[in-house]
Every structure is written in structure tokens, then in C-alpha cells.
Nanobody, 119 residues
Framework: QVQLVESGGGLVQPGGSLRLSCAAS????????MGWYRQAPGKQRELVAFITRVGTSLYADSVKGRFTISRDNVKNTLYLQMNSLKPEDTAVYFC?????????????WGQGTQVTVSS
């Protein structure tokens, strides 16, 4: 019902910035929660940030103050602006969405985009 395609990942030096984009299509509405997860090799997938059904943005403590999640409802695109990147941010980043009535964005997933922070 929902398709998500991430883009914008790549290699960046510590302290640099990247903006990830997630193009959503299918049966998705502005009230669907959407967010970003990441998974480093050998580690569990963790929540980075998400936007609730009412538009509240929530962040993991590890990225708070450095990352900003936003959503363009006209374009059905989710963004993650990542500033002051650290090597610890290296991971595959996944766009995600929940059903219309879901509290968390865990029902649909994109394919992931690699972010590597290294000098």
C-alpha cells in the first residue's frame, strides 16, 4: 500500500552535513506517522527521529540538536537534515511509515541508504 524510497546518503567527513530524502507513494496521508531509523553493522535497528500523526517531531538523544526531521505533505517527501555528523552516525538509514492510525512508523520501510562518516 505504501512505497518508500530513500536517497541522499553518501560519504561525508566528521562535522559535515547530509540531507536524506524519502519519497513516499501509495496510500499514505499527512496523518500517517513517518520517521527515520538506522542500523549499523552488528547492531539493532534504532529509531532516529519521527513525526507523529499530529506533527510532533521526536528525536533520539544521540541526534537531538544535530538532526532535523521534516515533511513536505505536498510532495509526500520526508527529510532528515543531518548536521555535525560523527563517525558514530555511520549506518544504513531507513525511511519508515505507520498506518494511518498507528502511533509509531513501523508498518512500512524503504530499502535504506548508506551514510558513512569518516575522514
Amino acid at each position: 500500500q505504501v512505497q518508500l524510497v530513500e536517497s541522499g546518503g553518501g560519504l561525508v567527513q566528521p562535522g559535515g552535513s547530509l540531507r536524506l530524502s524519502c519519497a513516499a507513494s501509495g496510500s499514505i496521508f499527512s496523518s500517517n506517522p513517518m520517521g527515520w531509523y538506522r542500523q549499523a553493522p552488528g547492531k539493532q535497528r534504532e529509531l532516529v527521529a519521527f513525526i507523529t500523526r499530529v506533527g510532533t517531531s521526536l528525536y533520539a538523544d544521540s541526534v537531538k540538536g544535530r538532526f532535523t526531521i521534516s515533511r513536505d505533505n505536498v510532495k509526500n517527501t520526508l527529510y532528515l537534515q543531518m548536521n555535525s555528523l560523527k563517525p558514530e552516525d555511520t549506518a544504513v538509514y531507513f525511511c519508515s511509515a505507520g498506518s494511518r492510525m498507528a502511533l509509531a512508523p513501523t508498518d512500512y520501510w524503504g530499502q535504506g541508504t548508506q551514510v558513512t562518516v569518516s575522514s
